[in-house]
């Protein structure tokens, strides 16, 4: 039942999906030897000391004895693993802006209610977004999340991107509270209840042109 209810939503959706070769190749954003992913479930979060691999392996490098049903969700910029004395909260972290070796993608979800209808208006909407949109996954049934390419150099620069390009789609429907720099978004592959987090698009070397006007 859960793969037929999420074949629907796709086909609702009018999103083109990567054929089976190149959706299971995964996000392969340029590594760096300090780059970390910071991977967290219900109960607890782990850190993998290793650039980011594919999303057909991110699970199994993170998680090798194939426990999929806890972790179901990374953050969306890579780490360096340590611990950081975050000022806002007056605590440890190692998940803050101050681990951030990066700020190379922002997350955009959708939130609106009811579910059944936003779900397709918001592919649609990331579709005709001219931004360099790296991945979109099912999130098992509450949302879609995107991960855009921001390529910024500073926090400073990420949170200019935010204003220019990110803010004003949340009169479209964007969660204004998801364009965080260190934002957990989904991970591929992973379960949430008895449904699968799945990869509907895919397209690391994207450019910003709107994915509805690609060949």
Same mark, same amino acid.
């Given at each position: 039942m859960g793969a037929e209810r999420q074949n629907r939503r796709r086909a609702a959706c009018g999103v083109a999906q990567k054929p089976d070769d190149q959706k299971s190749s995964g996000i392969r954003p340029r590594p760096c030897a300090s780059d970390s992913i910071a991977c967290t479930g219900r109960r607890h979060a782990r850190m993998a000391q290793r650039p980011f691999p594919g999303c057909s392996h991110v699970a199994d490098s993170i998680f090798p004895r194939g426990d999929f049903r806890s972790p179901r969700r990374f953050l969306c910029n890579p780490v360096d693993g340590e611990t950081h004395f975050n000022p806002r909260t007056q605590k440890d972290s190692r998940r803050s802006e101050e681990s951030v070796t990066s700020f %190379?993608?922002?997350?955009?979800?959708? &939130? *609106?209610?009811? +579910?059944? +209808?936003w779900f397709p208006i918001w592919l649609k909407i990331l579709a005709g977004l001219p931004l360099p949109i790296v991945a979109i996954t099912d999130s098992a049934g509450k949302s879609a999340h995107a991960l855009v390419r921001g390529s910024c150099h500073s +926090? *400073? &620069?990420?949170? %200019?991107?935010?204003h220019d390009k990110l803010r004003p789609l949340v009169a479209l429907g964007a969660d204004d509270g998801a364009l965080s720099a260190v934002r957990l978004t989904r991970l591929p592959g992973c379960f949430r209840s008895d449904y699968r987090q799945e990869l509907l698009y895919l397209n690391p070397s994207a450019?910003?042109?709107?994915?509805?006007?690609m060949q």
């Open positions: %190379r993608y922002a997350v955009l979800e959708c &939130d *609106q209610e009811p +579910k059944e +209808k +926090k *400073q &620069d990420w949170d %200019r991107f935010k450019t910003g042109t709107p994915i509805i006007d």
